[in-house]
């Protein structure tokens, strides 16, 4: 991935670089007096850029260091405040938003006026000025340990034992809550599952500080007696693998370290694959943090050693796939304490062993003890803090509240902070601040994946290439990080899609006190850590305001530089936006006390790019809102605007927009080229030219549509869209769409287009809601790219599934049924879907009648069966084991308790046989229930538009 524009390491050097290189240009040639300085500039700035770079890569700077990387991105924010300042000001008229970059060589244009040259010739001096004065700062002051010796003394003390050795030696006796996952690693290894002659391996998973290493430990305790040749190995985030294969020889040859020497690397994997040929051995690989090097090492490893085990640890999903397959083996995924085991070792680590916790002490612990999360290490570290403190509630009472925010400095402490650093140093830069950003958000927030993107992007964190969009790009930064364990992923879609994350309350903790050191976050309304002097020159603000109310902004706060102001909650009282000039993101979702006259200065936020208004009680936009030229997100989901003004198409840049389906647009849509999701749009609401010009955005992708219900009265006066024309129109530019860039629709009362002759070629998801038809559309077969889809039909027929069956790409299927076909439905291998992953039927008003037959369906994983009506005993065997990847079946019916016992009575037979053994999950419904929420659904439709089309109805939607 290109360098990221905002670095966390760099701050904007980079945006800066490029703004600079703009004013070099033939066409500037007559401000010939201000090039030898601009260019003294840009080798000035890359030098530092690169250091910077470099540097964010050591994890244990000296003070000197860290104050010079700070002055370096402190002066980077100054340059591009003040280079933006210039090109406000010397702008006459709105800026039309082709890049801030295009905007400078547009703006130089007019410099004509001796007054404007001088203007830029101050602003290149002073940066200039600012630039020599940091360089020669740091030369001044440059530590001078080097003239007196070559040897470092100060890394020398700073030098530490790795924290995750010590658990290495803790002794059984002290550990609480290992004993089930010890003996489930043991099953795992030594079960006998196939007659395969190869090593046995399972591969420990989880976050740092869960116990991975003292896991498998444990096993490695029990279990080495067993065999003659065994080592246990850590490998680290910078690997010597000379070290490392030597280390492994040296100890399952018991050969001395000095004795395992070797010519290369490769030399010494065929000497250690030569001593353990047909021997058997057990090795622990602790701490593998990357794919490469596991390839390595799994080379010493004969394929052929019957009754060999191998354990490895890493905190990465992938690396510990790649292990997994690499034998065939398992994955072990570690779980947080219970409970029960958290308060088992609060109490150990606290009292001695006669002694029990004390009931004035009881809340709070268990308060403590919920903000650990059942991470052993978190667990650990705050009792050390609690062993020098008073055991009194008012005193732990302060700990629980300033954990990990006003910690005092503790070995402990320092303990834990020592394992998140190496997951957050081993990052490029590009993730340190893509998981640096998370600190804005309040502890136990429940963040969305979409909203939280959008504002990386809006920042500038993330920005395209050529190969995938910025979003993508963005998307690929999320999973990386849940692939890192670093977040937590919550679903809340019906096929398992991770839709958001949460930041457990440890790595929260340390990522606003990294932060805080970085200048990088301000927090009002929450304790902030006492260890450090915050900046006043506030970058980025964070308003959270707790039970009580509203708070106060401490004094002496610098705003006019802040680049992202995020309100929770109710939060304070809102200020002026004109304090605000630099501003890229602005978050207000669920501002109780927002008001239209909040956003009289909104047109002054001129690099303004992420703008969310979502849930306020706003009622109209004001006209300038189209002044803000470089706004690339706008939700007004929530709200109660009812129109937009016309000056929303002069948003040339906006590519996200997202509306209630009451809002109506005004003429000129198709001035919005760069639009690429648009939701939710109520097509009766809209004037005659919408429908063309909503054909005109060829840039679309992503479009949620709300069509007149069937029984709309057509001689409404207030709908302006109706009749063969609206019907003509719509489906031209549906067509327009699908042959460019269109890939997920949703269609609300779309029964009679879905009977049309659409063109989507390029479609991957399509979903219909109220929109009964008795047949798959026969232009569904064209969908050579489809890979979600959602329909209703009368009645599922035979030839309906071999329709559906063919598509070659299809992944997620949910198929609803309103009336009974009078036919069995039989899925085979001739009927196709060959790479259907999850299949969700329901039969509305109908028992479910479908059988499985050999060969069909051969990847599907989740199988979901919802019938309002009882289902029928003799049809109880839906054929099951007949789909071989099946993992996971859930059954919604309604029926007497009787019939519910018979179902999952016949459900887990089928289970108990599939060679999965897939989970189980039963719901028993009520039909009147049912049928009352039918009545409410159509009266509050959009509160499941997230669910379908992944549009508004979740209160956390960017949180």
């Given at each position: 991935?290109?360098?990221?524009?905002?670095?966390?390491?760099?701050?904007?050097?980079?945006?800066?670089?490029?703004?600079?290189?703009?004013?070099?240009?033939?066409?500037?040639?007559?401000?010939?007096?201000?090039?030898?300085?601009?260019?003294?500039?840009?080798?000035?700035?890359?030098?530092?850029h690169?250091?910077?770079?470099?540097?964010?890569?050591?994890?244990?700077?000296?003070?000197?260091?860290?104050?010079?990387?700070?002055?370096?991105?402190?002066?980077?924010?100054?340059?591009?405040?003040?280079?933006?300042?210039?090109?406000?000001?010397?702008?006459?008229?709105?800026i039309k938003?082709?890049?801030?970059?295009?905007?400078?060589?547009?703006?130089?244009?007019?410099?004509?006026?001796?007054?404007?040259?001088?203007r830029?010739?101050?602003?290149?001096?002073?940066?200039?000025?600012?630039?020599?004065?940091?360089?020669?700062?740091?030369?001044?002051y440059?530590?001078?340990?080097?003239?007196?010796?070559?040897?470092?003394?100060s890394?020398?003390?700073?030098?530490?034992?790795?924290?995750?050795?010590?658990?290495?030696?803790?002794?059984?006796?002290?550990?609480?809550?290992?004993?089930?996952?010890?003996?489930?690693?043991?099953?795992?290894?030594?079960?006998?599952?196939?007659?395969?002659?190869?090593?046995?391996?399972?591969?420990?998973?989880?976050?740092?500080?869960?116990?991975?290493?003292?896991?498998?430990?444990?096993?490695?305790?029990?279990?080495?007696?067993?065999?003659?040749?065994?080592?246990?190995?850590?490998?680290s985030?910078?690997?010597?693998?000379?070290?490392?294969?030597?280390?492994?020889?040296?100890?399952?040859?018991?050969?001395?370290?000095?004795?395992?020497?070797?010519?290369?690397?490769?030399?010494?994997?065929?000497?250690?694959?030569?001593?353990?040929?047909?021997?058997?051995?057990?090795?622990?690989?602790?701490?593998?943090?990357?794919?490469?090097?596991?390839?390595?090492?799994?080379?010493?490893?004969?394929?052929?050693?019957?009754?060999?085990?191998?354990?490895?640890?890493?905190?990465?999903?992938?690396v510990?796939?790649?292990?997994?397959?690499?034998?065939?083996?398992e994955?072990?995924?570690?779980?947080?304490?219970?409970?029960?085991?958290?308060?088992?070792?609060?109490?150990?680590?606290?009292?001695?062993?006669?002694?029990?916790?004390?009931?004035?002490?009881?809340?709070?612990?268990?308060?403590?003890?919920?903000?650990?999360?059942?991470?052993?290490?978190?667990?650990?570290?705050?009792?050390?803090?609690?062993?020098?403190?008073?055991?009194?509630e008012?005193?732990?009472n302060?700990?629980?509240?300033?954990?990990?925010?006003?910690?005092?400095?503790?070995p402990?402490?320092?303990?834990?902070?020592?394992?998140?650093?190496?997951?957050?140093?081993?990052l490029?830069?590009?993730?340190?601040?893509?998981?640096?950003?998370?600190?804005?958000?309040?502890?136990?927030?429940?963040?969305?994946?979409?909203?939280?993107?959008?504002?990386?992007?809006?920042?500038?964190?993330?920005?395209?290439?050529?190969?995938?969009?910025?979003?993508?790009?963005?998307?690929?930064?999320?999973?990386?990080?849940?692939?890192?364990?670093?977040?937590?992923?919550?679903?809340?879609?019906?096929?398992?899609k991770v839709?958001?994350?949460?930041?457990?309350?440890?790595?929260?903790?340390?990522?606003?006190?990294?932060s805080?050191?970085?200048?990088?976050?301000?927090?009002?309304?929450?304790?902030?850590?006492?260890?450090?002097?915050?900046?006043?020159?506030?970058?980025?603000?964070?308003?959270?305001?707790?039970?009580q109310?509203?708070s106060?902004?401490?004094?002496?706060?610098?705003?006019?530089?802040?680049?992202?102001?995020?309100?929770?909650?109710?939060s304070?009282?809102?200020?002026?936006?004109?304090?605000?000039?630099?501003?890229?993101?602005?978050?207000?979702?669920?501002?109780?006390?927002?008001d239209?006259?909040?956003?009289?200065?909104?047109?002054?936020?001129f690099?303004?790019?992420y703008?969310n208004?979502?849930?306020?009680?706003?009622?109209?936009?004001?006209?300038?809102?189209?002044?803000?030229?470089?706004?690339?997100?706008?939700?007004?989901r929530?709200?109660?605007?009812?129109?937009?003004?016309?000056?929303?198409?002069?948003?040339?840049?906006?590519s996200?927009?997202?509306?209630?389906?009451?809002?109506?647009?005004?003429?000129?849509?198709?001035?919005?080229?760069?639009?690429?999701?648009?939701?939710?749009?109520?097509v009766?609401?809209?004037?005659?030219?919408?429908?063309?010009?909503?054909?005109?955005?060829?840039?679309?992708?992503?479009?949620?549509?709300?069509?007149?219900?069937?029984?709309?009265d057509?001689?409404?006066?207030?709908?302006?869209?109706?009749?063969?024309?609206?019907?003509?129109?719509?489906?031209?530019?549906?067509?327009?769409?699908?042959?460019?860039?269109?890939?997920?629709?949703?269609?609300?009362?779309?029964?009679?287009l879905?009977?049309?002759?659409?063109?989507?070629?390029?479609?991957?998801?399509?979903?219909?809601?109220?929109?009964?038809?008795?047949?798959?559309?026969?232009?569904?077969?064209?969908?050579?790219?489809?890979?979600?889809?959602?329909?209703?039909?009368?009645?599922?027929?035979?030839?309906?599934?071999?329709?559906?069956?063919?598509?070659p790409?299809l992944?997620?299927?949910h198929?609803?049924?309103?009336?009974?076909?009078?036919?069995?439905?039989?899925?085979?291998?001739?009927?196709?879907?060959?790479?259907?992953?999850?299949?969700?039927?329901?039969a509305?008003?109908?028992?479910?009648?479908?059988?499985?037959?050999?060969?069909s369906?051969?990847?599907?994983?989740?199988?979901?069966?919802?019938?309002?009506?009882?289902?029928?005993?003799?049809?109880?065997d839906?054929?099951?084991?007949?789909?071989?990847?099946?993992?996971?079946?859930?059954?919604?019916?309604?029926?007497?308790?009787?019939?519910?016992?018979?179902?999952?009575?016949?459900?887990?037979?089928?289970?108990?046989?599939?060679?999965?053994?897939?989970?189980?999950f039963?719901?028993?419904?009520?039909?009147?229930?049912?049928?009352?929420?039918?009545?409410?659904?159509?009266?509050?439709?959009?509160?499941?538009?997230?669910?379908?089309?992944?549009?508004?109805?979740?209160?956390?939607?960017?949180?």
């Open positions: 991935m290109e360098a990221a524009l905002v670095s966390v390491a760099t701050g904007v050097l980079k945006p800066v670089l490029g703004k600079l290189a703009a004013l070099l240009g033939e066409e500037y040639k007559r401000f010939k007096g201000v090039h030898g300085d601009i260019r003294f500039l840009i080798d000035e700035l890359a030098a530092m690169a250091f910077l770079l470099k540097m964010s890569e050591e994890e244990d700077l000296d003070l000197q260091e860290k104050v010079w990387m700070t002055a370096v991105r402190e002066l980077s924010y100054g340059m591009e405040d003040c280079i933006d300042d210039f090109m406000e000001h010397v702008n006459d008229k709105v938003p082709d890049g801030l970059i295009e905007n400078i060589k547009t703006s130089l244009w007019k410099l004509g006026k001796l007054k404007a040259r001088r830029i010739g101050n602003v290149i001096q002073d940066m200039k000025k600012q630039t020599i004065e940091v360089g020669d700062r740091n030369e001044r440059k530590t001078r340990d080097a003239s007196f010796s070559t040897i470092n003394f890394r020398i003390v700073k030098a530490a034992v790795d924290p995750r050795a010590l658990s290495m030696f803790e002794h059984a006796s002290k550990l609480v809550g290992i004993d089930q996952p010890k003996a489930d690693i043991i099953k795992l290894l030594t079960e006998r599952g196939s007659t395969k002659e190869q090593p046995k391996l399972v591969s420990i998973v989880g976050f740092g500080g869960m116990g991975k290493t003292t896991l498998a430990n444990q096993v490695f305790q029990d279990l080495k007696g067993k065999f003659q040749c065994r080592a246990f190995l850590s490998v985030r910078n690997p010597d693998m000379m070290n490392i294969l030597r280390t492994i020889f040296s100890e399952v040859s018991g050969q001395d370290y000095s004795n395992t020497k070797a010519g290369s690397i490769q030399q010494l994997i065929g000497r250690i694959l030569d001593f353990l040929t047909d021997r058997r051995y057990f090795v622990v690989v602790d701490d593998i943090w990357d794919m490469d090097t596991w390839c390595i090492i799994k080379l010493v490893f004969p394929m052929t050693s019957s009754g060999s085990i191998i354990i490895t640890t890493t905190r990465i999903n992938d510990a796939e790649s292990c997994r397959s690499s034998f065939g083996g994955i072990y995924n570690i779980s947080p304490l219970t409970m029960v085991h958290s308060r088992e070792l609060f109490r150990r680590r606290l009292f001695d062993s006669k002694e029990d916790l004390p009931s004035h002490l009881e809340k709070v612990s268990c308060e403590i003890l919920k903000k650990c999360d059942g991470l052993p290490l978190a667990i650990i570290a705050i009792c050390g803090l609690l062993a020098n403190k008073e055991r009194r008012d005193v732990w302060q700990v629980k509240d300033s954990i990990g925010r006003a910690l005092e400095r503790n402990s402490v320092e303990r834990m902070m020592k394992i998140l650093s190496l997951s957050y140093f081993d490029p830069p590009h993730l340190k601040t893509c998981l640096l950003y998370l600190s804005i958000f309040p502890e136990d927030s429940l963040i969305m994946k979409k909203g939280l993107i959008w504002r990386w992007i809006g920042e500038g964190i993330i920005h395209t290439d050529d190969r995938y969009t910025v979003y993508e790009l963005g998307e690929m930064c999320f999973n990386e990080l849940i692939n890192r364990s670093l977040i937590q992923p919550f679903k809340t879609g019906k096929f398992g839709k958001g994350c949460r930041v457990h309350d440890t790595i929260l903790d340390f990522l606003i006190s990294k805080i050191e970085e200048n990088f976050l301000t927090l009002v309304g929450v304790p902030i850590p006492t260890i450090r002097t915050q900046s006043k020159v506030v970058r980025r603000l964070s308003l959270q305001v707790g039970d109310g509203s106060t902004m401490r004094t002496g706060l610098v705003l006019s530089h802040v680049r992202s102001l995020n309100m929770f909650r109710n304070l009282n809102m200020r002026t936006l004109k304090e605000f000039t630099h501003l890229r993101v602005l978050d207000l979702k669920s501002c109780s006390n927002l239209e006259h909040h956003l009289d200065n909104i047109a002054s936020l690099h303004l790019r703008l208004l979502q849930s306020t009680r706003i009622n109209e936009l004001p006209e300038k809102i189209g002044r803000l030229g470089c706004l690339e997100m706008l939700d007004l929530g709200t109660n605007v009812l129109e937009l003004p016309a000056s929303i198409v002069n948003l040339t840049k906006l996200r927009l997202l509306v209630s389906n009451l809002v109506k647009f005004p003429n000129g849509i198709a001035k919005m080229q760069a639009l690429e999701t648009l939701k939710q749009v109520s009766s609401n809209q004037p005659y030219e919408f429908l063309w010009g909503l054909g005109q955005l060829t840039n679309l992708r992503n479009l949620v549509l709300v069509l007149p219900h069937p029984e709309a057509s001689d409404n006066k207030d709908t302006n869209v109706v009749g063969e024309d609206y019907n003509k129109d719509i489906l031209s530019s549906l067509c327009k769409l699908g042959t460019k860039n269109l890939s997920s629709m949703t269609i609300w009362n779309g029964s009679s879905l009977l049309e002759d659409l063109c989507l070629l390029n479609l991957k998801k399509l979903i219909s809601c109220s929109s009964t038809v008795q047949r798959v559309p026969k232009w569904v077969k064209s969908l050579r790219n489809l890979q979600e889809l959602r329909l209703e039909l009368e009645g599922v027929k035979q030839d309906d599934l071999c329709i559906l069956g063919a598509l790409t992944l997620i299927l198929l609803k049924e309103a009336k009974q076909s009078n036919e069995k439905l039989r899925i085979s291998g001739e009927v196709g879907f060959l790479f259907l992953r999850n299949f969700f039927y329901m509305e008003f109908h028992p479910v009648d479908l059988m499985f037959v050999a060969g369906m051969p990847k599907l994983e989740r199988l979901e069966l919802n019938s309002w009506f009882a289902v029928q005993l003799e049809c109880l839906f054929g099951i084991k007949n789909l071989p990847c099946l993992i996971t079946v859930e059954c919604e019916v309604d029926g007497n308790c009787g019939i519910l016992e018979a179902i999952e009575t016949a459900m887990e037979r089928a289970a108990s046989t599939h060679p999965n053994h897939p989970t189980l039963f719901k028993k419904l009520d039909i009147g229930s049912y049928l009352h929420q039918r009545v409410d659904f159509e009266q509050t439709r959009k509160v499941i538009f997230d669910e379908w089309s992944e549009g508004p109805g979740s209160p956390l939607e960017g949180r």
